[in-house]
């Protein structure tokens, strides 16, 4: 080292943001106790609570939180109608980032929980889940995937939808790999099975879905399935060693 020359300090890497969370459940006993849960994992933090779904639709707007722990069945408004007012269009177009809803229900396979999944949340958890999973959960749709397993996703959808609405023109501008791309994501395939089954890098999946998502309007990996089943677009999900075809 020169003489009188400094010696060069390597700055410090910048460590990631903590997911934001607010909590929304009538019960104020389990509110703190989910709170105490969130605070004790690296890289989280409670920003809020709600009694209510009134309050919280106002306090996503105000704290603009990152993950929302919805109740099911509350007063005033119920975590349904709460889902569905804060993925209205109007509202979602007003964010500079994406929020994540969790519905926690008492009961499996709730019909409630699959109607509030169809107007946005990102799957659900039961009430009486451990530490681990509820931090994984928030951990996993804060990534933008679902935190059920895709089996019990489609049997929550399929009774939702009998009857299926017609495919939209959207749909039909995809290119043939991004159709293949959209059936396996329908079916709860990650990108790291999706780009075995389609003969592609990890990083072309993901540019596939980025693209289906932004033809579609649709905000993750998790609408995708609610817009596979609607549309009557989920078909057998292709053998194991064999190449998908395109869903039509």
């Known amino acids: 080292m020169a003489a009188g020359a400094q010696p060069?300090?390597?700055?410090?890497?910048?460590?990631?943001?903590?997911?934001?969370?607010?909590?929304?459940?009538?019960?104020?006993?389990?509110?703190?106790?989910v709170r105490v849960i969130v605070d004790a994992q690296d890289g989280m933090e409670v920003v809020g609570a709600a009694a209510d779904g009134l309050e919280a639709v106002a306090l996503v707007e105000e704290l603009e939180p990152d993950v929302v722990l919805m109740d099911i069945r509350m007063p005033e408004m119920d975590g349904v109608e709460a889902t569905r007012q804060i993925f209205l269009p109007d509202r979602a177009a007003r964010r500079d980032r994406p929020v994540r809803v969790v519905v926690l229900t008492t009961f499996n396979l709730d019909d409630r929980a699959?109607?509030?999944?169809?107007?946005?949340?990102?799957?659900?958890?039961?009430?009486?889940?451990?530490?681990?999973?509820?931090?994984?959960?928030?951990?996993?749709?804060?990534?933008?995937?679902?935190?059920?397993a895709p089996q019990d996703l489609s049997t929550l959808l399929d009774g939702q939808f009998r009857s299926r609405t017609p495919t939209p023109p959207a749909y039909l501008g995809l290119t043939d790999k991004e159709r293949e791309v959209f059936a396996a994501v329908a079916h709860g395939l990650s990108n790291t099975e999706i780009a075995g089954q389609v003969f592609a890098s990890e990083s072309t999946v993901k540019t596939h879905v980025g693209a289906i998502l932004r033809k579609l309007g649709l905000r993750d990996r998790v609408q995708i399935v609610v817009f596979a089943h609607e549309h009557g677009l989920v078909g057998p999900a292709a053998d194991p060693g064999t190449e998908p075809g395109a869903v039509s």
Not at 8 to 33: C, H, K, N, W, Y
Not at 117 to 141: C, E, N, Q
């Open 8 to 33: 060069v300090t390597a700055p410090e890497p910048e460590s990631a943001p903590a997911i934001r969370v607010l909590l929304v459940d009538d019960q104020e006993l389990f509110r703190e106790g």
């Open 114 to 148: 699959a109607t509030a999944i169809r107007y946005g949340a990102s799957g659900f958890l039961l009430k009486g889940t451990t530490p681990v999973m509820l931090a994984d959960a928030i951990r996993t749709v804060y990534a933008g995937n679902a935190v059920l």
